[in-house]
């Protein structure tokens, strides 16, 4: 008798050790999987910092080439929407809808059409023209606006191109001046050997 409550002493005191040694291994492996998580999150942050710090560099850069493209007359407007004077706006083709100055030539291109072939045969019309009467002006919050008379066949207009404080981001009014179809752009300023844009038949 005193032999079997020895051994089931024995029993219950392994079944603890064996209970504790669990315990104390899942307490082990939350630890471990709790630092991991702390490991990868600190990894996390510190990419993530890194990106964001690319990321601002990368827009400080295309900022500075966009404004000096804007300043030295060489530069396109890269549109990704455009709004019509009956305030419908279409989301466009960047490559297809553009503005550019080179020196005193501009050109205009509005192709909001994937499906017909349109005047310029890319979707829409494309006029160019000589620019005159171009005035930069930089506000007190860093934006830039290009003013520029563009006249020529098919266009006889006023533009401002308007770019944002600290990003290439920009938008452009052409304001006709024989009548009131007062056309908006929004998009990107890339300097002119930078844009890969497609310019269909002027008229």
Do not use: C
Not at 3 to 22: C, E, H, K, P
Not at 62 to 85: G, H, P
Not at 115 to 131: D, F, L, R
């Amino acid at each position: 008798m005193t032999l079997m409550v020895f051994g089931a002493g024995l029993s219950a005191i392994a079944q603890n050790t064996y209970r504790s040694d669990d315990s104390n291994a899942r307490a082990v492996k939350r630890q471990k999987a709790v630092s991991a998580w702390h490991q990868d999150m600190a990894e996390f942050r510190a990419r993530s910092a890194q990106d964001r710090q690319l990321n601002a560099l990368a827009d400080s850069l295309a900022y500075v080439q966009a404004k000096a493209a804007l300043v030295n007359r060489d530069f396109v407007l890269e549109a990704t929407s455009v709004t019509f004077n009956n305030g419908e706006t279409s989301f466009v083709n960047s490559i297809t809808n553009f503005i550019s100055l080179k020196g005193n030539k501009a050109v205009v291109q509005i192709s909001p059409s994937n499906y017909a072939s349109g005047p310029n045969g890319v979707g829409g019309v494309t006029v160019e023209g000589t620019v005159s009467g171009v005035e930069i002006k930089t506000d007190k919050k860093g934006g830039t606006t290009l003013t520029m008379n563009v006249m020529g066949i098919g266009i006889n207009a006023q533009v401002e191109v308007y770019m944002y404080p600290g990003s290439n981001g920009a938008t452009a009014t052409v304001y006709p001046n024989f009548n009131s179809n007062t056309l908006w752009v929004q998009g990107t300023l890339v300097p002119y050997e930078n844009s890969d844009v497609f310019k269909g038949s002027s008229l």
